[in-house]
């Protein structure tokens, strides 16, 4: 059944938990082994013992996280979905970070896997939510780097060059009816949230932006779309507006 809905984005993200878990259990092991010695003076079962509640206590974890993953929608997936979330971005995100920068792993492909998930479970949830309580969320960087023009405090203030997306999205504002800021930074961001107390995020940015901020936001729903980077990182970006549109018509109403 888990395969069933498992998908090739999140096959990376999987296998980096996989690997931390394996990690983690050898490393315990250890310690075990260490400590074991003053432990058996206290009773010679004891140190297996928990191991093993250890051991139950990762699996029961894991098992919950899955769940989400694999259950048909229904209403009360809400049930293994909100717990599977907050299992995907407070303990398997982190764990994952912490071995990426162990073993200098791919993290943008890992970051980028996490967002998949994080994507997943929230349309699954298949929440609809009012036009005008989604923020958009954009990044400084698809300004055109010599544009004048003060987009930060508006995107209508855009000169319409069309040299870059955002003469596309004021206009997708306006048709939508959905308020869109730009954000030179997670300060910036986090105000904005703030005001506009938003009931859910699409955020466009760099993998390690977006994981960055779907992890700091969290509760609050935030669906992730990478940019596009033609130039490098931080420096004319683009979206994808069809994918953005589509994200939209996923859930609102």
Same mark, same amino acid.
């Given at each position: 059944?888990?395969?069933?809905?498992?998908?090739?984005?999140?096959?990376?993200?999987?296998?980096?938990?996989? #690997?931390?878990?394996?990690?983690?259990?050898?490393?315990?092991?250890?310690?075990?082994? /260490?400590?074991?010695?003053?432990?058996?003076?206290?009773?010679?079962?004891?140190?297996?013992?928990?191991?093993?509640?250890?051991?139950?206590?990762?699996?029961?974890?894991?098992?919950?996280?899955?769940?989400?993953?694999?259950?048909?929608?229904?209403?009360?997936?809400?049930?293994?979905?909100?717990?599977?979330?907050?299992?995907?971005?407070?303990?398997?995100?982190?764990?994952?970070?912490?071995?990426?920068?162990?073993?200098?792993?791919?993290?943008?492909?890992?970051?980028?896997?996490?967002?998949?998930?994080?994507?997943?479970?929230?349309?699954?949830?298949?929440?609809?939510?009012?036009?005008?309580?989604?923020?958009?969320?954009?990044?400084?960087?698809?300004?055109?780097?010599?544009?004048?023009?003060?987009?930060?405090?508006?995107?209508?203030?855009?000169?319409?060059? !069309?040299?870059?997306?955002?003469?596309?999205?004021?206009?997708?504002?306006?048709?939508? !009816?959905?308020?869109?800021?730009?954000?030179?930074?997670?300060?910036? #961001?986090?105000?904005?949230?703030?005001?506009?107390?938003?009931?859910?995020?699409?955020?466009?940015?760099?993998?390690?932006?977006?994981?960055?901020?779907?992890?700091?936001?969290?509760?609050?729903?935030?669906?992730?779309?990478?940019?596009?980077?033609?130039? !490098?990182?931080?420096?004319?970006?683009? /979206?994808? /507006?069809?994918?953005?549109?589509?994200?939209?018509?996923?859930? #609102? /109403?």
């Amino acid at each position: 059944m888990f395969v069933k809905f498992l998908k090739k984005e999140h096959i990376y993200f999987l296998k980096i938990i996989s #690997a931390s878990i394996f990690v983690l259990l050898a490393a315990s092991s250890f310690l075990f082994w /260490v400590i074991s010695g003053g432990i058996e003076k206290l009773s010679p079962d004891l140190p297996i013992y928990i191991y093993l509640f250890f051991a139950a206590i990762i699996f029961a974890v894991l098992l919950i996280f899955f769940m989400g993953l694999s259950f048909k929608k229904n209403k009360n997936r809400s049930v293994l979905v909100y717990p599977a979330r907050y299992i995907l971005i407070k303990l398997l995100y982190p764990l994952a970070f912490f071995i990426t920068s162990i073993f200098r792993i791919n993290r943008d492909k890992m970051q980028g896997s996490f967002i998949e998930i994080n994507n997943f479970l929230l349309f699954s949830l298949n929440n609809q939510i009012l036009k005008d309580r989604i923020l958009i969320l954009l990044p400084h960087c698809l300004q055109l780097h010599n544009c004048k023009a003060k987009i930060t405090e508006d995107v209508h203030n855009c000169l319409k060059c !069309g040299k870059c997306n955002i003469k596309e999205l004021a206009s997708l504002s306006d048709k939508k !009816g959905i308020f869109i800021a730009v954000a030179t930074g997670g300060t910036l #961001a986090r105000r904005v949230l703030e005001e506009k107390m938003p009931r859910a995020v699409i955020a466009v940015a760099c993998e390690r932006d977006l994981s960055s901020g779907i992890t700091d936001s969290f509760p609050l729903p935030v669906y992730g779309l990478p940019n596009i980077r033609p130039n !490098g990182p931080c420096r004319d970006t683009l /979206v994808d /507006v069809k994918a953005l549109c589509e994200l939209i018509e996923k859930i #609102a /109403v």
